[in-house]
């Protein structure tokens, strides 16, 4: 009786202690990346902290933007797309800053951060002043502990 008894605890108990382990390291991965791609906006970001960001990407990453970007396929080429279009704007930022609001985890495949950022600069191609605060809900579609699809949304 005992020995069917922990059997059928541990047909619980483990399941879930694995679903914990799981979210946690989400959770934990959800803070870095954030991190990671705040530090690609601040004025004085260069190659080494947008290196560090695409590092937490798979090389095939997909990537959408509301209402700018819309479309999220993943090409062969995404990695590399997303590091010449972000180098273009490094460092354009003369002021910038985030807060990181909320972060969902859904079970081991999705994670999804919400934060408000705050930045002024100016834009590197019509040199007009830019100056916005908004709120962002970026979700993270996760595969083999990288980022493989980003999809942001403008609350």
Known sequence: MKKMLIAVLSLVVVP?????????KLHD???????????TQAPNATSKELEGYLALLTDD??????????DDSRLPDGKQAMRQGMTFYLGAHTAY?????????????????????????????????ISYTQTMMEVLEMENDKVAVIRKYHE
């Open 61 to 70: 990453v997909g990537h959408s933007h509301l209402p700018y970007v819309t």
């Open 97 to 129: 800053s985030a807060e990181l609001l909320d972060v969902f985890v859904f079970n081991d495949s999705a994670v999804a951060i919400r934060y408000k950022n705050t930045a002024e600069g100016i834009h590197p191609q019509n040199q007009q002043a």
């Open 16 to 24: 879930l202690a694995l679903a914990n382990e799981t979210q946690n």
């Open 29 to 39: 991965f959800a803070h870095h990346y954030f991190s990671s791609m705040v530090a």
